[in-house]
């Protein structure tokens, strides 16, 4: 039997409509229901810390949703500490993620997330590290 998709769409950024239009089309061609629409617009990504992302985490706790979905992962988490953290905690709650942009799909795999999240926080420290220089 397969599991029915409980959605959480997440949203981290200034132009919300947009993205939840993109994010809600996914839901509805991969089959999710959504459960809930959670926005910490204009919030620093810098961390998992942010109000709206902590009521989704309780929500997967209570069982109210089992799938995170965003528009890419760095709208949730910007280090390979925060990914471990993450992926640990949707693993012990039977969850998972979905991004709608990043070429890969890390629902099921810890070691492709890994990989991505490195690269992810690479480019970011060099981005960051350009913009302090001048």
């Not at 809600?24 to 204009?42: F, H, T």
């Not at 309780?58 to 390979?80: E, F, G, T, Y």
């Amino acid at each position: 039997m397969k599991k029915e998709k409980l959605a959480g769409i997440y949203i981290n950024v200034s132009d919300s409509l947009q993205q939840l239009e993109s994010l809600e089309a996914l839901c509805k061609s991969k089959g999710y229901e959504i459960y809930d629409i959670y926005e910490d617009a204009g919030i620093n990504g810098k961390d998992t810390k942010k109000p709206e992302l902590q009521r989704l985490l309780a929500d997967i706790v209570a069982k109210k949703v089992n799938m995170i979905v965003a528009l890419k992962s760095d709208r949730i988490i910007r280090n390979v500490y925060d990914l471990e953290s993450i992926m640990t905690f949707l693993e012990e709650h039977d969850a998972c993620i979905d991004f709608a942009n990043d070429d890969v799909n890390i629902t099921n795999n810890k070691l492709v997330s890994k990989i991505l999240m490195s690269i992810t926080h690479y480019e970011f420290e060099k981005s960051h590290e350009k913009r302090r220089l001048g």
